[in-house]
């Protein structure tokens, strides 16, 4: 089971930190992903974490986003700064216990969390 949490409306140029709460199934995995969707646009993938601590980004928040978790707490994270109008989404956590590497895949994972919402203005 994966829960997200943290997502709020802020303006241009703030901050946020989300996380996903691990457990279950999905606690077996440590290859995962945010994902994101704004209305009217595909899922998109933002950002992944492989098991080895290998980080990959989407171009649109590199230097801006960083993905991380707590191992200790089964947590992951995602700490968006500079944030701009058009991060503006639902933002997903994802797993997947039977992938060998983080993808930015939606097909991928079969594994979500049910979405937290942010809104930059």
């Known amino acids: 089971q994966l829960v997200e949490s943290g997502g709020d409306s802020v303006q241009a140029g703030g901050s946020l930190r989300l996380s996903c709460a691990v457990s279950g199934e999905t606690d077996k995995t440590r290859n995962m992903a945010w994902f994101r969707q704004a209305p009217g646009k595909e899922r998109e993938g933002v950002a992944a974490?492989?098991?080895?601590?290998?980080?990959t980004y989407a171009d649109s928040v590199k230097g801006r986003f960083t993905i991380s978790q707590d191992s200790a707490k089964n947590t992951l994270y995602l700490q968006m700064d500079s944030l701009k109008p058009e991060d503006t989404a639902m933002y997903y956590c994802?797993?997947?216990?039977?992938?060998?590497?983080?993808?930015?895949?939606?097909?991928?994972?079969?594994?979500w969390g049910q979405g937290t919402q942010v809104t930059v203005s």
């Open positions: 974490l492989n098991i080895d601590g290998k980080t």
């Open positions: 994802a797993a997947d216990p039977r992938l060998v590497t983080a993808t930015f895949w939606v097909a991928d994972y079969g594994y």
